[in-house]
């Protein structure tokens, strides 16, 4: 990898999306990769001039790249559901994005709603599955706009989607000093699923004998997210109990602006995408005011995840420094103004 | 009514069930109630020693009632999903308890883990769906045991279930000051029901032109919840989402000791059921730890429901009360201590 030119595919988006990545690029640029950006401009503008969402060739030009970077996706012109599911979803699920990686991190010097919170209550990852459950986006209506109507979903759950998922948790809990996963379902409700994923941690967990496991259901969890942050290491769940649960978990640890992800596939058959947790907040597009950090910190995992480890750490530490100036009452920053003065840190 | 006896059906449950339920009763023949309870042996125990959750026999005989007292379902030596759903969630849907009526409100006094949050900010109340959405139970397994294993949940809604809930929630809104009403769904991955329930907001908010009306997403939510709770005033969502929410709530609102609820059956057609929002807790049970606080807050809404509005004001306000006092240093008190202090403030 290290001789030769990464390819990165880059997808601004829409809202907010273009902005903040403009600034994941600069810091990119002035961390000394070689990394080649090529721009696709996917999402509402295109889906208006043209109906396109992700057309089928583009989609496997897409596919050649090293990694993808992504803004945001959704605007409230185009009906809910298309951009996500057509665009956002579908290059998830095409490129077998199994593994969607979420730190919830408290920065030292970021403020937390949470009263009585220190850094270091606040360090977790959740690792949600990113290809099945209610995202498989089966279901349908019937008689629909008639008072007879009738609306199902349906959560598709494999032996296989789930225990790849799994098994890359428990690495990950092997990894980290606390050793200890935490399946988050609700398998007294979700009965039969439930029982696939807890069997699963059951006897995936017999091969990581060092790693302590524990099961809290997905309404507890979110209490505890609260209450008790401290209790959770790694945290493994579905799609979308861990949609919900990063978006709090986001909340917790100092908000929206500071959350990156990634969509991985760890076998690297495809290319794995890196995007803040925010969406395109269409309400402040266009206006300088998004916070750019959450995609910098995508950034760094993306870097980490193409093995330049030293570059990834050196874009986390930038943000961290950052991070203590807005203490000392540095605030009032434009999303470029952020992007330049971390810029400045990474190349200085 | 207020002439002959309230028939009320108790059903203490598991764990610190018997113990909180035990306060609610007293705190209820305190307040000078005419109030005939009959106790129900349902729960754990007797699944073990006669194999039954919920006889139908049993089940006709509680139909009989005016209301029904349950205190928590589920112990860890019965197997996730047994009595969940063959004694609570049947209780619900037997009884049609498609209001599951959970109010978030931080009393005066009341430590909330978010900071910067005072009592004005947390006042709300969600209107949960409770007889549809993946709680159908609908769903199965294939190849169970083996690697192509597939697990299937589904969720279920119709136009008749969405659109008597949402009107329940429109007059709830209406009845209240701020006359807001927040959809909370995922409406851009759920595009089936997310579909259903959003047109059924659209179209019955037309007959209420003074309540505002407000959409979020579940993943927003659960951020807002925490970061501003003040925007929410009543929230109307599936039974999936409303059991993460309300979870959610209590956190923030002081905690799962303090939060009731009421599984209401708006036409009378069966009798509701108030239950505290907590669960049956076996790690605490019979140790005289757990707070009555929830229960006898679901006692006055069992008040207010049965008509009985003074009575319920005068329990509101013995808790509010006694919530004061424990600001002020008075802590360690047993369950059954708390329930004797409101039972005083009560007659007196
Ligand atoms: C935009 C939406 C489809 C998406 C999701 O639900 O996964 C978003 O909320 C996220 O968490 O990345
Ligand atoms: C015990 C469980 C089935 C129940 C639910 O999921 O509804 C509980 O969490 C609740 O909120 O009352």
């Known amino acids: ?45 295109r889906y208006h001039r043209t109906g396109e969402t992700l057309p089928d060739p583009v989609l496997q030009e897409l596919r050649g790249y090293d990694a993808i970077l992504l803004g945001a996706v959704g605007d409230p012109s ?11 979803l579908r290059l998830r699920f095409e490129f077998d994005h199994y593994v969607n990686l979420r730190p919830v ?35 349908g209506a019937m008689r629909r706009g008639t008072p007879h109507e009738i609306a ?25 000093p606390r050793k200890k996963l935490t399946l988050v379902h609700k398998t007294n409700v979700l009965t039969f699923a439930g029982d696939l994923w807890q069997r699963t941690v059951n006897r995936v967990a017999e091969e990581y004998p060092e790693v302590t496991t524990d099961y809290c259901h997905i309404d507890a969890a979110s209490m505890f997210f609260v ?18 649960i990063t978006d709090l978990g986001a909340a917790i640890a100092g908000g929206i602006g500071l959350a990156a992800s990634g969509n991985i596939n760890p076998e690297g058959t495809a290319p794995s995408m890196f995007e803040p947790v925010h969406g395109s907040a269409p309400d402040i597009a266009g206006q300088g005011k998004a916070d750019p950090t959450a995609t910098i910190l995508s950034v760094a995992m993306l870097l980490d995840h ?16 950052d991070i203590v100036e807005r203490l000392a009452g540095w605030t009032g920053r434009t999303t470029s103004q952020i992007g330049d003065d971390i810029t400045a840190r990474v190349s200085g």
Do not use: C, W
């Open 306 to 321: 193409l093995g330049l480890r030293a570059e990834a750490a050196k874009v986390e530490q930038a943000v961290a420094d």
């Open 1 to 45: 990898m290290e001789s030769r030119n990464i390819r990165l595919a880059v997808i601004p988006g829409d809202g907010i999306g273009t902005e903040v990545v403009a600034e994941g690029l600069k810091v990119l640029e002035a961390v000394g990769t070689k990394i080649e950006p090529t721009h696709y401009d996917l999402g509402a503008a």
């Open 105 to 139: 991190k408290l920065f030292p010097g970021v403020e937390t709603p949470l009263a009585d919170t220190a850094a270091e209550d606040i360090d977790m990852i959740v690792v949600r599955e990113g290809t099945e459950g209610l995202y498989a986006g089966t279901g």
């Open 152 to 176: 199902t979903q349906e959560s598709l759950n494999t032996a296989y989607g789930v225990e790849r998922v799994v098994r890359y948790a428990f690495d990950k809990a092997q990894s980290r």
């Open 227 to 244: 209450t008790q942050p401290g209790r959770f290491d790694v945290v493994v769940t579905d799609n979308l109990f861990g949609d919900i």
């Open 78 to 88: 185009v009906p809910p559901g298309i951009l996500e599911r057509d665009l956002l």
